[in-house]
């Protein structure tokens, strides 16, 4: 059986990849990126020798070339991760994140519809749930939550949301959906939270805290990410969503405080700056439909995840500093040099 794996270049994606050659060796998979700033073909290295892996650079907008490559491999199931992902780049300039994240969505499935497919999965956010209160600790996202999007990056997922369950009820394409909270781990692209605070700390950099830091997510270990992701292709029902995270909700600054006190830096590096335009204050995933259908939890518990990426972290300097020191300076500094300080 071949899978399509799209966006397997970027933090969850190449996780899933690692994780499902490893639990369906007897699988072939393929993946396809366009290989964008987010993009790292060395997250791929230790499977490119792999005979049951395929990498393909290519656009999932670009219509032509999918339709080639789907004639050519014919994938059973296909898992979309390709996007546009991060909420402050959306904010300086939504279109791309409209193209990628609606229109190659929409390519995709119809590529689907014209080659014919077992399953296409979505990869999709608790973002398009819009935000929770704060003082509301007992209100969670469900899959019945109404979609009440904050930024560009959630609106440009939400309506890739729509298209796929419309694809599922107009054509009868074989669809689901998963909305996970905000994850971590190996991979992750540092211009992240954790990532972000992790490689500043390292290097004594100030650690640049939206506002007060009180806004919360609900982190997830990586992995745990793909194993319902996994489950879902394989066990999950036609035209479902399914919500994924593990009641793990943890304020920012809690989060960076822990982050300096395991890399014994000084909680002075904790930088306040303006905040995030529109920011959401807080995600929280009511997980019991995935848990009762598909019986899947959390195996990660946060204080072992937090560590082990770290390590990660410290042990693979030369994947993130290749990042950091490119185009990704050019970033830094348009994003947090004009970003003032507030305290
Ligand atoms: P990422 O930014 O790390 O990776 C995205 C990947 O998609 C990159 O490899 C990039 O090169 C590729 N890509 C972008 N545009 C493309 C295009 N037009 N054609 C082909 N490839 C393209 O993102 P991520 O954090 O790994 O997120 C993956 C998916 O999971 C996204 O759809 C995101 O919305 C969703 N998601 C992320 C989180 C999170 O916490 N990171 C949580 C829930 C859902
Ligand atoms: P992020 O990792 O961008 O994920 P998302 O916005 O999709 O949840 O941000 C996580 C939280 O951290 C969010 O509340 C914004 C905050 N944040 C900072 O305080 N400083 C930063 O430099 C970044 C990137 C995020």
Known sequence: MTLFVTGGAGF???????????????????????LTYAGNISTLSPVMDNP?????????CDRKA???LFEEETPAIVVNFAAESHVDRSIENPEIFLQTNILGTQVLMDACRKYGIQRYHQVSTDEVYGDLPLDRPDLFFTEETPIQTSSPYSSSKAGADLLVMAYHRTYDLPVTISRCSNNYGPYHFPE?????????????????????????RDWLYVAD?????????????????YNVGGHNEM?????????????????SLITHVTDRKGHDMRYAIDPTKIHNELGWL???KFEDGI???????????????????????????KMYGNRERVR
């Open 251 to 267: 304020k920012n600054i809690d989060i960076v405080k822990l982050i300096c006190k395991e890399l014994g830096k000084p909680e």
């Open 307 to 333: 560590k082990k990426t770290i390590k990660w972290y410290l042990e693979h300097r030369e994947w993130w500093e290749t990042i950091i020191s490119g185009e990704y300076q050019n970033y830094y500094e």
């Open 52 to 60: 049951k892996f395929r990498f393909v650079k290519i656009d999932i």
């Open 225 to 241: 990410h793909c194993r319902a992701i996994d489950l879902i292709i394989h066990e999950g029902r036609v035209g479902e969503i």
């Open 12 to 34: 969850i994606g190449g996780n899933f990849i690692h994780y499902y050659l490893k639990q369906h060796p007897d699988d072939r998979v393929v993946c396809l990126d366009k």
């Open 66 to 68: 999918i339709y080639k």
């Open 298 to 300: 959390p195996e990660t």
């Open 192 to 216: 992240k939270l954790i990532p972000l605070m992790i490689v500043n700390s390292l290097a004594d950099k100030p650690l640049p805290l939206y506002g007060e830091g009180l806004n919360v």
